[in-house]
Nanobody, 117 residues
């Protein structure tokens, strides 16, 4: 079983950057597709980005395409989300998640990202 712990959130001004990390425990991390999701106050959780087990394939929500980059280091059991050109509407709790099928069934506890205008 993989357990996920996010870090790297914080307060940043609009236009700034943050890099989120998600450290996974367990020896099967490289077998999982990893995703980032976010949930803003009063809104439903939404998909942000995902990366295949090999790191070759990535996919982004339109709202972050061109600004965010997802990557992974299977040797370090870590997935990253580099966030550039941040906007106030990016403010949310960011979660990493893992799946070996279609449904994300493993989730981290989340890390807060706040972008001030």
């Amino acid at each position: 079983q993989v357990q996920l712990v996010e870090s790297g959130g914080g307060l940043v001004q609009a236009g700034g950057s943050l890099r989120l990390s998600c450290a996974a425990s367990g020896r099967t991390f490289s077998m999982y597709t990893m995703g980032w999701f976010r949930q803003a106050p009063g809104k439903e959780r939404e998909f942000v980005a995902r990366i295949s087990w090999s790191g070759v394939s990535t996919y982004y929500a339109n709202s972050v395409k061109g600004r965010f980059t997802i990557s992974r280091d299977n040797a370090k059991n870590t997935v990253y989300l580099q966030m550039n050109s941040l906007k106030p509407e990016d403010t949310a709790v960011y979660y990493c998640a893992a799946t070996r099928s279609v449904v994300y069934d493993l989730w981290g506890q989340g890390t807060q990202v706040t972008v001030s205008s």
